[in-house]
Nanobody
């Protein structure tokens, strides 16, 4: 499985960004898709994930601001990020789970200026 993420960038505090991650290759059997992030000097953390059936899970600090969604036909997961703050600055990584295996995309940088 190959994962191609896009949509990161520089945004002012209070602004919005939308991340996308498209899976290709052996996509049959992909289950949970999600986004993690890693800020400098911090551990990677789960931001949000979504199952094939649409059940979602969010990091407490992003609830009400971020929305994860997916298009199963396109094997693509999205992360709509609103009301961004400097604390959201990090490298964001796409992640999928397929038959018990975890796959990671290359990170995309999100920088929020205050």
């Amino acid at each position: 499985v190959q994962l191609q993420a896009s949509g990161g960038g520089l945004v002012q505090a209070g602004g919005s960004l939308r991340l996308s991650c498209a899976a290709s290759g052996r996509v049959f059997g992909i289950n949970t898709m999600g986004w993690y992030r890693q800020a400098p000097g911090k551990q990677r953390e789960l931001v949000a994930d979504i199952t094939t059936g649409g059940s979602t899970n969010y990091l407490e600090s992003v609830k009400g601001r971020f929305t994860i969604s997916r298009d199963n036909a396109k094997n693509t997961v999205y992360l709509q990020m609103n009301s961004l703050s400097a604390e959201d600055t990090a490298v964001y990584y796409c992640n999928v789970l397929r038959f018990g295996m975890t796959y990671w995309g290359k990170g995309t940088q999100v920088t929020v200026s205050s």
